[in-house]
Nanobody
């Protein structure tokens, strides 16, 4: 059984940092994306960053480029999202997802999802 478990969310002030983790089990991280999505209340889920564990490619939404960094530790079956210079608009539930059904990483059709971790950024 595949499981994705996120952690590391919390409440911070604008300008602060958080480091999210996504631990996978029952899943072999390979050539498909593992992606961080977020969803703010009343808004659609949006792709934040993605990585292909079997390679060196990383992808980012324009809104987080230069502030967020996605990385992975294949030995620990973990994908990280380092978030710096947080803004109030970064507030939302952050989800980890694996095995996209599409070539585009930011599309929300993924086979596996975690339960999410809440990030709240206050001004």
């Amino acid at each position: 059984q595949v499981q994705l478990v996120e952690s590391g969310g919390g409440s911070v002030q604008a300008g602060g940092s958080l480091n999210l983790s996504c631990v996978t089990s029952g899943y072999t991280m390979r050539r498909n994306y593992i992606t961080w999505f977020r969803q703010a209340p009343g808004k659609e889920r949006e792709g934040v960053a993605a990585i292909i564990p079997g390679g060196n490619s990383a992808f980012y939404a324009d809104s987080v480029k230069g502030r967020f960094t996605i990385s992975r530790d294949n030995a620990k079956n973990t994908v990280y999202l380092r978030m710096n210079s947080l803004k109030t608009e970064d507030t939302g539930m952050y989800y980890c997802a694996a095995e996209s059904y599409h070539a585009e990483w930011y599309r929300t059709a993924y086979k596996y999802w975690g339960q999410g971790t809440q990030v709240t950024v206050s001004s």
